[in-house]
């Protein structure tokens, strides 16, 4: 494969995500939104009740948002330039299928780790300034701020595959989207639910969801390459 090809859509990915306002929307207002719940679970608990939080993980919550954002973002890669007119003229060029794919799921994976590791940041940051010391104290554990760290990518790339692999057959950016957000649900239900202590993330629950994101993100691009249909796509641009 070609850097140069891969690192031109990655480049031109990001310029078009400037210019889009929706996307700009998306990734300002979805972590906010996953920022509701653990701040009110957090920040309104005298230090009297930290002793609750043994059950609960509360900051798992925010894994959320690299489920949501990269699928919102991944859902314009192919319907969007569809729909721009943009797509045949790229498709006209020697660049490869795993190339056009790569670079478009590095473009959008770059922003959404910005986003959620720099959310993420600052909601620590507050955690330490406002949050009762004890209750800091017991959120603020190294495994789970280690797990936040290792398990966003790993989800973030999961979820652009599912959002390429649906933009790749869709002709709307819209249907695209929720198409998107509707297949990462499941990885929100299973964040959420060791949030609020229905399941405790252990080490060896971690290491299991671990290995099964990293093989799925691995066999990712090999499975959504074959989706790509480049004389359906010219062929439906032009219609």
């Known amino acids: 494969m070609s ?4 690192r031109a859509i990655f480049l031109k990915e990001i310029r078009d995500y400037r210019r889009n306002r929706q996307i ?20 309104a608990l005298p230090a009297s009740t930290a002793g609750a939080l043994a059950s609960k993980q509360p900051l798992v919550y925010m894994l959320g948002i690299p489920a949501l954002v990269p699928a919102a973002i991944a859902a ?13 003229p790229v498709l006209t060029t020697p660049i490869r299928n795993e190339e056009f794919l790569l670079g478009k799921a590095l473009a959008a994976l770059v922003p959404s780790l910005a986003v959620a590791y720099g959310v993420f940041a600052i909601f620590v940051g507050a ?28 989800i973030a790339a999961f979820s652009i595959w599912i959002g390429i692999a649906i933009s790749a057959r869709s002709n709307d950016t819209r249907v695209a ?33 671990g290995v099964l994101l990293l ?3 691995s066999l990712g ?3 959504v390459s074959p989706l ?12």
Request: cysteine-free.
């Open 24 to 43: 700009v929307v998306t990734m300002g207002v979805l972590p906010l939104f996953f920022s509701i719940y653990p701040a009110i679970e957090i920040f």
């Open 76 to 88: 314009f890669s192919v319907a969007g330039e569809r729909q721009q007119g943009t797509l045949e």
């Open 215 to 217: 093989l799925a993100d």
């Open 228 to 239: 790509f249909n480049r004389e359906r796509l010219i062929i439906g641009t032009k219609a």
């Open 127 to 154: 955690i330490e300034l406002f949050a009762q010391s004890a209750v800091a104290s017991a959120v603020l554990q190294g495994p789970e701020l280690l797990g936040q760290l290792i398990f966003t990518p790993l």
């Open 177 to 209: 989207q929720q198409l998107s957000i509707l297949a990462s649900l499941p990885s929100i239900v299973l964040t959420s639910t060791i949030a609020i202590g229905g399941l405790h993330a252990t080490l060896h629950v971690a290491l299991f969801f």
């Open 221 to 223: 691009w090999r499975f």
């Open 3 to 6: 850097r140069t090809r891969i």
